[in-house]
């Protein structure tokens, strides 16, 4: 059974870090394409970074230089540290499976299997 579980989230002040991991299990994550999205109250669901089997990446602009996603294939586990956090960035956080191997993009459409998320929440 494919899962993907979150975790890492959590309540931290502006300027703080957080790593997020993302856990698969299921199917084979070293040829599989995982991304990050966020969705904050009251707005659309967003790409926030991806990774490919080859280890191309990928990151939104309000992100770049901040964060950094990153994968361990022998713990099936992709990471996504945040460094430099900021109050916008408060979200619940996803990771997904890309419908392909190699999905270079970060739209929602191209990713067939999702985590339940974790909230991260960035406030004084």
């Known amino acids: 059974q494919l899962q993907l579980v979150e975790s890492g989230g959590g309540l931290v002040q502006p300027g703080g870090s957080l790593r997020l991991s993302c856990a698969a299990s299921?199917?084979?994550?070293?040829?599989?394409?995982i991304a990050w999205f966020r969705q904050a109250p009251g707005k659309e669901r967003e790409g926030v970074s991806s990774?490919?089997?080859?280890?191309?990446?990928n990151y939104a602009d309000s992100v770049k230089g901040r964060f950094t996603i990153s994968r361990d294939n022998a713990k099936s586990t992709v990471y996504l540290q945040m460094n430099s956090l900021k109050p916008e960035d408060t979200a619940i956080y996803y990771c997904?499976?890309?419908?392909?191997?190699?999905?270079?993009?970060?739209?929602?459409?191209?990713?067939?299997?999702w985590g339940q998320g974790t909230q991260v929440t960035v406030s004084s």
């Open positions: 990774i490919t089997p080859g280890g191309y990446t």
């Open positions: 299921g199917f084979t994550l070293d040829s599989s394409t």
């Open positions: 997904a499976k890309g419908r392909y191997s190699f999905t270079p993009t970060m739209g929602s459409s191209a990713y067939s299997y």
